[in-house]
C-alpha cells in the first residue's frame, strides 16, 4: 500500500505537469506555494520556491538528457499481452496506455549526448507504476543486445515499482534476463550508467538498475527494494533518518554521485568523453 500511494502522488504531480495549460499553475506538495506550469517546466520540473523535483515522462526525459533531434526509437510497437489470463489485467494496460500516452512503461533508442552516440532507456511511472513486464524486459534486453554489437554506452534512467504483478514469474524472470544481457555487455568492454530518479524500487533496484559501471541518482531520490514500512514491521524496529533516500544511500556506497537534474546532462557528458566516446 505505501508504494502504491507513492505512486498514486507521482501520477497527480505528472498531470499537474505535463497534461495542464503552462498558464495555469498548481500547489508543490513541498513548500504548500502556487507555482505556474511554465516556471516549472523552465526550470527542469523542479519547483522554483523549495527545490522540490516533480516526476519527468520517459520521452520527455530523453530529450532532456540528448541532443536535439538525434534520439531515434527502437522497438516502439512492442506491447504487453494478458499471457496469464490475470483479472482485469487488460483494463489495466488500456488506462495506462490512456494516462501515459505510451505503449509501454519503458522507451528504447539510439541518439547523441554531446555528441557522443549513445543507446538510452528511460522508464515511465505513469504507466503502471513503472512496472516491469516480458516486454519492458525485453526491449531494455533488446537495446543492450544492440549496443553491444556496436560497441555502444547504455544510459539507463530508471523508476519503477519493480516486477509487474499481473505476469506473475514471467515478470519477475525478466530480471536476470536483462542482468545477463547487461554481463555480456560488460564483458564487451562496454559502459553502462543508470540514473535513478524517484522511486527505484522492487525487482528492478535488485537488477539491472544497481549493475551500471556507473551509478548515478536525483537528489532525494527513494532508492530500495521493500517500502520503509515494511521493513520496519518486519525487523520490528526504527529505521535511521533518511533511509533509502539517494543521500544516504551514496553515504552507503551503493551510488556514485548524486546529481541535480539541470546538471544531468553535461554531466553524462563529461564521463562519455572521459570514456573515450
Do not use: W
Amino acid at each position: 500500500m505505501e508504494l502504491k500511494s507513492l505512486f498514486l502522488k507521482v501520477n497527480n504531480e505528472l498531470e499537474n505537469t505535463d497534461n495542464r495549460p503552462r498558464s495555469r499553475k498548481i500547489t508543490c506538495k513541498k513548500c504548500q506555494k502556487q507555482v505556474s506550469v511554465s516556471k516549472i517546466r523552465k526550470n527542469y520540473f523542479i519547483c522554483p520556491e523549495c527545490g522540490h523535483y516533480f516526476p519527468v515522462r520517459a520521452r520527455r526525459r530523453i530529450l532532456m538528457l540528448t541532443d536535439k533531434r538525434s534520439f531515434v526509437e527502437m522497438d516502439r510497437d512492442m506491447e504487453s499481452r494478458n499471457i496469464l489470463s490475470f483479472p482485469e489485467y487488460e483494463d489495466k494496460l488500456i488506462a495506462a496506455k490512456e494516462k501515459s500516452r505510451e505503449k509501454e512503461a519503458v522507451i528504447c533508442g539510439e541518439a547523441a549526448i554531446g555528441g557522443s552516440r549513445v543507446c538510452i532507456f528511460a522508464m515511465d511511472g505513469n504507466f503502471m507504476m513503472g512496472s516491469m513486464g516480458a516486454v519492458v524486459g525485453e526491449k531494455i534486453t533488446r537495446l543492450f543486445e544492440y549496443a553491444t554489437r556496436r560497441g555502444l554506452p547504455v544510459i539507463g534512467v530508471t523508476v519503477s515499482g519493480g516486477a509487474r504483478m499481473q505476469e506473475g514469474m514471467v515478470s519477475l524472470m525478466q530480471m536476470s534476463k536483462v542482468s545477463a544481457a547487461v554481463k555480456r555487455h560488460d564483458k564487451a568492454g562496454n559502459l553502462y550508467i543508470v540514473l535513478l530518479t524517484n522511486p527505484t524500487t522492487g525487482g528492478v533496484d535488485a537488477s539491472f538498475a544497481m549493475l551500471g559501471d556507473i551509478t548515478l541518482a536525483e537528489p532525494g531520490a527513494r532508492v530500495g527494494f521493500a517500502g520503509p514500512r515494511v521493513i520496519e514491521k518486519t525487523l520490528n524496529q526504527k529505521l535511521p533518518e533518511g533511509f533509502q533516500k539517494a543521500e544516504r544511500v551514496l553515504e552507503c556506497g551503493f551510488i556514485d554521485e548524486i546529481v541535480p537534474r539541470q546538471e544531468q546532462k553535461e554531466y553524462l557528458e563529461r564521463i562519455l568523453k572521459l570514456h573515450g566516446f
